[in-house]
């Protein structure tokens, strides 16, 4: 302990002395570091940029430390612009440029637009998810599109990002705007999406940065061609969540996984015949409270169903999901209707009470996703490992016949290796089971629940 406060008390020197040198550099009669004499300046003391940030600095600490007074302190000085700040159009013009290049340091330390606006969301609300979709909006115009990740591109695409503003001196202006707020409010909204950025930690990088993504040839067609198979599955699964006829939604979704699985195949045979092979990536899919770790023993289920992984990252309200492109996609639609479809049964379920006429809503509906999720991945892989049998079947006597398994155990390992550099230490989070009323319906919940859509699909156009 004497050794750290001798060295944070030399630290706090050695940092006076540097403030000391530097405050008479530029003084009537001082030397600089090439030994001339230099006359009075007007410019001695800090620039505006430099007091804005300085002020919001300390306002994103108090913010941390719910220090209000604190914060509405700062606040009133940059509303202001008061002191060295240089007035309300250079502290716009601050705030703006923190925006982009802390949008920058956010991407460099793992973090997508949509984690980025998904984390805004959940601290704050839409509108600080879409001031950050306009700070990546923003800053994305330093990097032609094709060094852009498809994947990204999608994420910035899907989340509306575009520069609605005239010029960056006027976004903060046009925000206010466009989002009714006086300017206390505005530089208030602006601090809080600061902090937001000050709270991204390291993660893992799923992706290549924008301008570091080289596409290869073919890739735009076949990231077409994906899309256009989601989009079928989006508008079945669509139609499935939103019929209140379990016959009706079984139509349109009974045969969805085996079309995933099929798929699959069918993406990793053409890998496989290419030169150029695919290499597996990752996305974050948001899970949030409440019944957040049956949640995620769904989402797990799928992915596992689909020759992919998932890690959950509890504190940071989201799962990676670990495989080949398509196959990631799907698992993130598949889970998607899955939880509306369990949502709604077990809401239709309605609420509980014990003997005691004390209220077990909760630990009913606990135990109810648990077995919902257990038993959806048990009819995942049936499913899987049917198709991938008919699969096998059905190129029977041809040139590929043997090399289906080892293709899929290939990519297996791929997905398995990737999950291990990226994540080294996992441990399994286990959810109890306190509920046996909630189990058995989440059982027969699960077992009315459905899971493809093949033929459907493929009679479409």
């Given at each position: 302990m004497g050794t750290r406060n001798r060295e944070r008390r030399r630290a706090k020197q050695k940092a006076r002395q540097t403030q000391q040198r530097n405050n008479h550099k530029g003084r009537p009669g001082t030397s600089t570091e090439s030994g001339t004499s230099t006359e009075s300046s007007a410019d001695t003391g800090p620039r505006p940029a430099q007091v804005v940030e300085h002020l919001v600095g300390a306002a994103v600490h108090a913010i941390e430390h719910n220090s209000e007074s604190a914060v509405r302190g700062y606040c009133d000085l940059l509303v202001l612009g008061a002191g060295g700040t240089g007035g309300p159009l250079a502290v716009d013009a601050a705030l703006t440029g923190l925006l982009q290049r802390e949008t920058e340091s956010a991407w460099q330390r793992g973090w997508q637009p949509a984690d980025l606006a998904r984390m805004a969301q959940r601290e704050y609300g839409s509108r600080h998810a879409r001031v950050i979709v306009d700070a990546n909006a923003a800053q994305m115009r330093a990097y032609p599109a094709a060094t852009v990740d498809e994947h990204w591109a999608a994420q910035l695409q899907a989340l509306g990002a575009a520069v609605w503003w005239q010029r960056d001196d006027q976004y903060l202006p046009a925000l206010g705007e466009r989002e009714g707020l006086a300017r206390p409010e505005l530089i208030r909204c602006v601090l809080e999406v600061l902090y937001v950025f000050s709270t991204c930690p390291q993660i893992q990088k799923l992706c290549p940065l924008p301008g570091e993504a080289r596409r290869a040839a073919g890739a735009q067609e076949r990231a077409?061609?994906?899309?256009?198979?989601?989009?079928r599955i989006r508008a079945l699964l669509a139609k499935a969540e939103s019929t209140n006829f379990p016959?009706?939604?079984?139509?349109?979704?009974?045969?969805?996984?085996?079309?995933?699985?099929?798929?699959?195949?069918?993406?990793?045979?053409?890998?496989?015949?290419?030169?150029?092979?695919?290499?597996p990536g990752g996305r974050r899919i948001g899970v949030d409270n409440p019944y957040e770790a049956p949640k995620v023993m769904l989402l797990d289920a799928v992915a596992r169903a689909n020759r992919c992984r998932s890690v959950w990252s509890k504190y940071l309200g989201f799962v990676t999901v670990l495989g080949f492109a398509s196959d990631a996609a799907a698992v993130e639609l598949l889970f998607t209707s899955l939880l509306v479809q369990a949502t709604t049964a077990m809401v239709r379920a309605g609420s509980r009470r014990d003997s005691y006429g004390r209220s077990s809503t909760r630990s009913f509906?606990?135990?109810?996703?648990?077995?919902?999720?257990?038993?959806?991945?048990?009819?995942?892989?049936?499913?899987?490992?049917?198709?991938?049998?008919?699969?096998?079947?059905?190129?029977?006597?041809?040139?590929?016949?043997?090399?289906?398994?080892?293709?899929?155990?290939?990519?297996?390992?791929?997905?398995?290796?990737?999950?291990?550099?990226?994540?080294?230490?996992?441990?399994?989070?286990p959810v109890s089971i306190t509920n046996r009323?909630?189990?058995?319906?989440?059982?027969?919940?699960?077992?009315?629940?459905?899971?493809n859509i093949r033929e459907e699909v493929v009679a479409k156009p």
């Open positions: 077409d061609h994906d899309e256009r198979q989601l989009d016959e009706e939604a079984e139509t349109y979704t009974a045969k969805a996984q085996e079309l995933m699985a099929r798929y699959s195949i069918d993406q990793a045979l053409l890998s496989a015949g290419t030169d150029t092979r695919e290499q509906r606990q135990s109810f996703l648990v077995a919902y999720a257990t038993r959806i991945g048990e009819r995942l892989h049936t499913a899987t490992r049917e198709a991938t049998e008919q699969a096998s079947q059905a190129m029977a006597g041809q040139p590929g016949e043997q090399r289906l398994l080892p293709v899929l155990a290939s990519r297996e390992e791929a997905v398995g290796a990737l999950t291990n550099e990226l994540f080294p230490e996992l441990s399994d989070h009323e909630g189990w058995v319906h989440g059982r027969a919940a699960a077992d009315r629940a459905h899971l």
